[in-house]
């Protein structure tokens, strides 16, 4: 039990449980999970003994498609399958040269929910998707398109803030959520970015949310494959070592990428000066020059989380890696989170 919860009247703490089971209830009931806690998709991460553990535990998994390839994709799905009956979900890329494919494959395999992330989908995706009896998530980084794609037929919503690790936008959780949250209330909403313990998860569904969605937190789960070292470079960070990627040059954009620092993002920074250098001394023209820094980190997440060269690999994380302080079994993540908002609630 939490040394909070100790201070709190067994009346209190039910009347919080029941609370929370009305404030996730539109989650949980999209969802078909027992707590209203999205597992975020990172790749490498989030395969399917991660995902199934989550599922198992009473949150809902999603698996990471990433770069996969329709096989490959199909092997996990099976593999996912074959550890859990309960519904997780296949966030796909909606730039991935094989995304029709991608969706034969969740149909094939009868996945209930795909996520769909890295760009604003098409209308005619959902509507397929939605057409074959799967439910569609999707990101929505404003109120307009939250809006848009609430008429597309989307069934759910995701906002995640500036804090998150991986591919960011430049606008906190918080404001987001404070945006989001009031105008769309027919959809279940779910809030991402920087949420690292079950206070905030209780916080953002008194706003209006449905649920939460958390990938940072579940890193270091004793079921994920992430490299020894790579969960105690995590373990080790600080929220404030978790940041964005750095631009030298407006003219050479660079995509933000949350992740903790280390020798590899302070190599980019040199990187960069001696390919706009190479640019401006007339040896390389600026497309080659602007494909040679998109192609720095190819590679560099695997090396990471697989290999475990945390010196020099890309490690995702967000900014709620300050709260990761130890390797648990995903059930105690979940159950811990779980308590702390109930906590939360009771006290409030």
Known sequence: MLPERTQLSG??????????????????????????IMGGAMTWVSEHNLVAAMS???????????????AQLDAEIAATLALTSKPFGVNLITLHPQLQELIDVCIGRDVSHVVLAGGVPKGADVKRIKDSGRRVLVFAPAVALALRLARAGADGIIIEGSEAGGHIGP??????????????????????????????????LEMGAAGCQLGTRFVCATESIAHPRCKQAFINAQARDAIPSVQVDPHFPVIPVRAIQNEGTRRFVLFQREVIDEFRSGRIDQATAQLKIEHFWAGHLRNAVINGDVENGSLMAGQSVGMVKSIQPTAEIVAELVGEAVTALARV
């Open 56 to 70: 198992n535990a009473g949150a809902f998994g999603v698996l990471a498609t990433g770069s996969m390839s329709p």
């Open 11 to 36: 009346k209190e703490l039910q009347r919080a449980e029941a609370l929370l089971e009305d404030l996730w209830a539109k989650g949980r009931q999209l969802l078909g999970a027992r707590y209203s």
């Open 171 to 204: 606008v906190a959780t918080s404001v987001l959520a404070q945006e989001i949250l009031p105008a769309v209330r027919d959809l279940p909403v779910f809030v991402a970015g920087g949420i690292g313990r079950g206070a905030a998860i209780a916080m953002y």
